[in-house]
């Protein structure tokens, strides 16, 4: 069965960084585009990034850009968001997605920005 689970969240200072990291399981991670979402406390939950099966191609959303980096290592199934220039309205739920007939998510990693 589909797996995915998160790691690397945390309590960060704004201007900090954070690194995000998502095992999945359960299916051909090479043949999937995999994305990132969030859920800030009261919201409904939204798109951060997005990357290709191959990695050549990512989008991200407007907030975020400049700042997020997704990647992925084919090799370890493993799909990372990488956190900079962290910001309070970054602090939300993070996670990962797959959508392989159907969406499958991740138990979700907490990040919080504050001072």
């Known amino acids: 069965q589909v797996q995915l689970v998160e790691s690397g969240g945390g309590l960060v200072q704004p201007g900090g960084s954070l690194r995000l990291s998502c095992v999945a399981s359960g299916f051909t991670f090479s043949s999937y585009h995999m994305s990132w979402y969030r859920q800030a406390p009261g919201k409904e939950r939204e798109l951060v990034a997005t990357?290709?099966?191959?990695?050549?191609?990512?989008n991200y959303a407007d907030s975020v850009k400049g700042r997020l980096t997704i990647s992925r290592d084919n090799a370890k199934n493993t799909v990372y968001l990488q956190m900079n220039s962290l910001k309070p309205e970054d602090t939300a739920v993070y996670y990962c997605?797959?959508?392989?007939?159907?969406?499958?998510w991740g138990q979700g990693t907490q990040v919080t920005v504050s001072s």
């Open positions: 997605n797959v959508r392989r007939y159907r969406d499958y």
């Open positions: 990357i290709t099966n191959g990695g050549s191609s990512k």
